[in-house]
């Protein structure tokens, strides 16, 4: 099989950005015709956990009917905090990169993530921005931990999502990293945390989000931990139900809720399909008297109708 390999200078100092590779569409001295393609990187949240450190070092392409993969290098390396980039906010990896237009079946980010790794080198305990080299983890309790992504140095972390290229035209996509189902910190591992990614991979002019406040009363519930659940249209869990039926219906999507400076209590969700869903608030906590009222309160306004390229608003 060979490989067209392009070496990408980064040069943001937030987050990677690509440089344009060659010129703007169509062809160039007889060459394959070509279109231009963007791809940036967002997370659904997690608890107990204030950064998630992942350095990305290549993006391979794989077009329909060829063998002849294209591979995107990141010089240097992108490092990215997912944890900084939710809801529709999102790091670029790649802005109009070029590339040849066509058919492709999946695209692949590779990391650096083996296990034992040095964990930013201990100074990874920095909110605002990634250190050090690898990829690692900073819990709440400021713990600095090595994060290992079992795919790295083999399949890499494979978004298995078609999409066409038009010649002369664009495409835009964002990679939503599911951080509450991938990531973990089985006790065999120890000190590391280890990723299973759950990505999905969305094409940004078919997806708008959900927003909205949530209430002082429920946000501060004694024992509380308050996130919104998106959940297909119909599919909200029935809080009369055991627990084990309960968590049997996985969500589409979800949002920890937050406190912003000016006091208000709020969430987003998003990157998500057009579409109608049903907006559930949850506040996961210890206390059995909050299990009847909270575990799943749907919201008064369902179904909500996401819109493509705007913003849903559903308050609690």
């Given at each position: 099989?060979s490989?067209?390999?392009?070496?990408?200078?980064?040069?943001?100092?937030?987050?990677?950005?690509?440089?344009?590779?060659?010129?703007?569409?169509?062809?160039s001295g007889?060459?394959?015709?070509?279109?231009?393609?963007?791809?940036?990187?967002?997370?659904?949240?997690?608890?107990?956990?204030?950064?998630?450190?992942?350095?990305?070092?290549?993006?391979?392409?794989?077009?329909?009917?060829?063998?002849?993969?294209?591979?995107?290098?990141?010089d240097?390396?992108?490092?990215?905090?997912?944890?900084?980039?939710?809801?529709?906010?999102a790091?670029?990896l790649?802005?109009?990169a070029?590339?040849?237009?066509?058919?492709y079946?999946?695209i692949?980010?590779?990391a650096?993530?083996?296990?034992?790794?040095?964990?930013?080198?201990?100074?990874?305990?920095?909110d605002?921005?990634c250190?050090?080299?690898?990829?690692?983890?900073?819990?709440?309790?400021?713990?600095?931990?090595?994060l290992?992504?079992?795919?790295?140095?083999?399949?890499?972390?494979?978004?298995?999502?078609?999409?066409?290229?038009p010649?002369?035209?664009?495409?835009?996509?964002?990679?939503?990293?599911?951080?509450?189902?991938?990531?973990?910190?089985?006790a065999?591992?120890?000190p590391?945390y280890?990723?299973?990614?759950?990505?999905h991979?969305?094409?940004r002019?078919e997806?708008?989000?959900?927003?909205?406040?949530?209430?002082?009363?429920?946000?501060?519930?004694?024992?509380?931990m308050?996130?919104?659940y998106?959940?297909?249209?119909?599919?909200?869990?029935?809080?009369?139900?055991?627990?084990?039926?309960?968590?049997?219906?996985?969500p589409?999507?979800?949002?920890?809720?937050?406190?912003?400076?000016?006091?208000?209590?709020v969430?987003?969700?998003g990157?998500?399909?057009?579409?109608?869903?049903?907006?559930?608030?949850?506040?996961?906590g210890?206390d059995?008297?909050?299990?009847?009222?909270?575990?799943?309160?749907?919201?008064?306004?369902?179904?909500?109708?996401?819109?493509?390229d705007?913003?849903?608003?559903?308050?609690?």
């Amino acid at each position: 099989m060979s490989e067209r390999t392009l070496n990408i200078l980064l040069f943001s100092t937030f987050a990677a950005t690509g440089l344009l590779v060659g010129c703007s569409g169509g062809s160039s001295g007889g060459g394959p015709e070509t279109g231009q393609l963007s791809l940036a990187v967002s997370d659904a949240p997690i608890q107990d956990v204030r950064q998630v450190c992942v350095e990305f070092t290549e993006a391979e392409f794989k077009k329909a009917g060829s063998g002849d993969n294209q591979t995107i290098v990141f010089d240097p390396p992108a490092k990215i905090d997912l944890l900084a980039y939710q809801g529709m906010n999102a790091a670029p990896l790649l802005i109009d990169a070029e590339l040849e237009a066509g058919e492709y079946q999946w695209i692949r980010l590779a990391a650096n993530a083996p296990q034992g790794g040095n964990g930013g080198g201990g100074a990874g305990a920095n909110d605002t921005e990634c250190l050090g080299s690898g990829s690692y983890i900073v819990t709440d309790d400021g713990g600095v931990h090595g994060l290992y992504i079992p795919s790295s140095a083999e399949s890499g972390l494979k978004l298995n999502r078609g999409f066409t290229l038009p010649v002369g035209g664009s495409a835009d996509f964002v990679a939503e990293f599911d951080l509450m189902k991938s990531v973990h910190a089985p006790a065999g591992l120890d000190p590391d945390y280890i990723m299973r990614p759950t990505v999905h991979l969305f094409d940004r002019t078919e997806t708008g989000s959900i927003a909205g406040e949530v209430s002082l009363g429920l946000a501060t519930a004694a024992g509380c931990m308050p996130a919104v659940y998106l959940y297909n249209e119909g599919e909200v869990p029935d809080d009369n139900e055991e627990d084990a039926e309960m968590d049997s219906v996985d969500p589409v999507a979800s949002a920890m809720v937050e406190m912003q400076n000016d006091g208000r209590f709020v969430y987003e969700i998003g990157p998500v399909l057009a579409g109608f869903y049903d907006v559930a608030f949850s506040c996961d906590g210890d206390d059995p008297a909050l299990d009847e009222i909270l575990d799943y309160l749907p919201s008064a306004n369902n179904p909500a109708e996401v819109v493509a390229d705007a913003q849903a608003v559903i308050n609690f």
